[in-house]
């Protein structure tokens, strides 16, 4: 598949559990404190994050949920206030508030910041931090439950008054003051067979992590397939982080630095933690270096590298996404290029430290894919933008 022209979209992410120059363990499926996280997420320092973003034309930024990070909705409601264009995606979990109130959050959000609000939708891959809680389904039910919550949600946006006896969610004669304008998009993601036909029914974008191109190509054309039983479309997303620099090997040589920093102690106790998760996606993360682990070939870069240019390293000790694209700028844009022609619209990138790492890609990987037509960065924003500390980008 041919990607249309310009018609890429990127995003960037908010370390909202705090940042700094090595890899940050937590994350899903494992507690915060695995690894380093030395620069505290202010909100001046996520703003610097969004405002660069901004600049660069990237659509919006990404904020995670769960027990390991700050909340999502209070942070972003913050952080808007410190920007002009940029959306953000906050990420939600369904069940944990009621549909009704989802509903309503969401379309204040929109009236404060018109346009500027993407959802995306977590069920939850952690039994134990659903517990915690005070959510005790399980991984079926939870995606069952996102089916009707999703349901409830669509209706009440669309202007109808809603009752709902549910097998899991009960509302009656629910109704919204105001509706969002434009509709919110909803993203999606989830591996699981649970997971696929409620991605299909609900889902504007279907996210995946950033498995080797193959594996991406089975799960579009799986999502694809359900999609058009329910008579819809759905655009794709990929989650990856990035490590892009003037030289392939001083990429490389970047994510050794970051690799110099773990023992085997923090390995084990993350991986551990993340043993325990339910989630289809996450086991697939962790059998990119399950072989790597067992031998202690994990502290090689390049033997971590599943795919050309795809890195595992990132999920030694981080829970979710784990798998970061490495080289030289053009071979980073080659990578997205690759996957948009699978049929990826949307890469959510992110890198450590975020703000350095936003401008090497900024500065380095944009011009290459705005110069193969992949993206058109919006007329407002500074293509120029430059940071003293950072070398020349091409």
């Keep these: 598949m041919t990607p249309q022209?310009?018609?890429?979209?990127?995003?960037?992410?908010?370390?909202?559990?705090?940042?700094?120059?090595?890899?940050?363990?937590?994350?899903?499926?494992?507690?915060?404190?695995?690894?380093?996280?030395?620069r505290r997420a202010s909100i001046g320092y996520l703003a610097s994050i969004a405002r660069a973003a901004e600049?660069?034309?990237?659509?919006?930024?990404?904020?995670?949920?769960?027990?390991?990070?700050?909340?999502?909705?209070?942070?972003?409601?913050?952080?808007?206030?410190?920007?002009?264009?940029?959306?953000?995606?906050?990420?939600?979990?369904?069940?944990?508030?009621?549909?009704?109130?989802?509903?309503?959050?969401?379309?204040?959000?929109?009236?404060?910041?018109?346009?500027?609000?993407?959802?995306?939708?977590?069920?939850?891959?952690?039994?134990?931090?659903?517990?915690?809680?005070?959510?005790?389904?399980?991984?079926?039910?939870?995606?069952?439950?996102?089916?009707?919550?999703?349901?409830?949600?669509?209706?009440?946006?669309?202007?109808?008054?809603?009752?709902?006896?549910?097998d899991h969610l009960r509302v009656d004669d629910a109704a919204l003051a105001t509706l969002p304008a434009?509709?919110?998009?909803?993203?999606?993601?989830?591996?699981?067979?649970?997971?696929?036909?409620?991605?299909?029914?609900?889902?504007?974008?279907?996210?995946?992590?950033?498995?080797?191109?193959?594996?991406?190509?089975?799960?579009?054309?799986?999502?694809?397939?359900?999609?058009?039983?329910?008579?819809?479309?759905?655009r794709f997303g990929i989650r990856l982080h990035t490590i892009s620099r003037d030289t392939s090997d001083d990429a490389w040589r970047e994510a050794g630095r970051l690799l110099g920093a773990l023992d085997e102690d923090t390995v084990r106790a993350a991986q551990a933690g993340l043993a325990r998760s339910e989630s289809t996606g996450q086991a697939s993360m962790r059998d990119l270096h399950a072989a790597h682990r067992s031998d202690g070939s994990w502290r090689d870069p390049r033997a971590l590298e599943v795919a050309p240019n795809l890195w595992a390293g990132v999920g030694l000790v981080r829970g979710g996404a784990g798998t970061a694209l490495v080289g030289s700028h053009r071979e980073v844009a080659d990578r997205i290029a690759e996957y948009a022609a699978l049929g990826i619209d949307e890469f959510i990138f992110s890198g450590y430290p975020h703000l350095e790492e936003l401008y090497w890609f900024g500065e380095g990987v944009i011009p290459h894919l705005t110069e193969r037509g992949l993206f058109v960065p919006p007329s407002s924003s500074a293509q120029t933008t430059s940071a003293p500390f950072l070398a020349a980008a091409r």
């Excluded at 990404?62 to 808007?80: F, I, Q, R, Y």
């Excluded at 498995?211 to 819809?232: N, Q």
């Design 55 to 166: 600049d660069f034309g990237f659509t919006a930024a990404l904020t995670p949920t769960g027990a390991w990070c700050e909340d999502a909705w209070l942070t972003t409601a913050m952080v808007a206030r410190e920007t002009e264009r940029l959306g953000f995606l906050v990420a939600l979990r369904p069940g944990l508030v009621s549909p009704t109130l989802a509903a309503q959050m969401a379309a204040t959000f929109s009236r404060h910041a018109p346009g500027r609000l993407l959802l995306n939708v977590v069920t939850g891959g952690e039994s134990h931090e659903q517990r915690a809680y005070g959510d005790f389904l399980d991984k079926p039910a939870r995606y069952a439950r996102a089916d009707e919550f999703l349901s409830v949600v669509r209706r009440l946006w669309s202007g109808e008054r809603v009752s709902l006896d549910g």
């Design 182 to 234: 434009p509709e919110i998009p909803i993203y999606f993601g989830g591996s699981s067979p649970e997971a696929g036909p409620v991605a299909a029914r609900h889902s504007d974008v279907y996210l995946t992590w950033g498995e080797p191109p193959a594996a991406v190509a089975a799960k579009i054309e799986w999502i694809r397939r359900l999609a058009e039983r329910e008579g819809r479309t759905v």
């Design 5 to 38: 022209s310009g018609s890429l979209k990127l995003h960037w992410f908010l370390p909202t559990y705090g940042d700094s120059r090595f890899i940050v363990g937590g994350g899903h499926g494992i507690p915060k404190g695995a690894a380093h996280g030395d």
